[in-house]
């Protein structure tokens, strides 16, 4: 018998010229964030993009004109399990690892993980709230490649 199995976590490539590896484990990794922040979740779906293209989607929707590296949109019913959009800029990702002395992997997958800690409920406008980000961020990080 054939079971069909539902990716609920997708991966769009509009800009297709940098390394990801580890897809799948990734997805797993995510699936266990949701988990351990006790967070019912059903989809999401990432789309890796360009500056100009992020900049296009804050400008429209947000209002906002600057460049940012991530932009993440919940779009759950109230109740209902999380359902979001997170839209990453490739161009930023490798401007700030350079600019953070990291490498692109790891800052690739701070922003991959800090478009979840957004959809669990965790904000960055304040200094508190980015400092608990920061460590939320760090913790995940360490998890999943190991500590520096």
């Known amino acids: 018998m054939m079971h069909k199995t539902t990716d609920n976590i997708q991966f769009h490539y509009l800009k297709k010229d ?6 799948g484990e990734c997805k797993q990794f995510i699936r266990g964030m949701f988990r351990k922040e006790k967070v ?15 900049l296009e989607i804050n400008r429209a929707h947000l209002d906002h004109d600057y460049y940012t590296d991530i932009i ?7 109740g209902a399990p999380t359902t979001g959009e997170v839209y990453i800029s490739i161009d930023r990702v490798k401007d700030n ?9 790891r800052e690739l ?12 409920g965790f904000g960055d406008k304040t200094a508190r709230e ?8 760090d913790f995940y990080l360490d998890k999943y490649f190991g500590s520096k």
């Open 40 to 54: 019912p979740f059903e989809s999401l779906s990432y789309i890796f993009c360009s500056d100009e293209y992020l």
């Open 18 to 23: 940098f390394p990801f590896t580890r897809r």
């Open 72 to 78: 993440t949109f919940d779009l759950s019913e109230p």
């Open 109 to 120: 997958h701070r922003v991959i993980f800090h478009g979840v800690l957004h959809l669990c």
């Open 97 to 105: 690892a350079r600019d953070h002395n990291e490498t692109f992997a």
């Open 130 to 137: 980015e400092k608990i980000m920061r460590q939320k961020e």
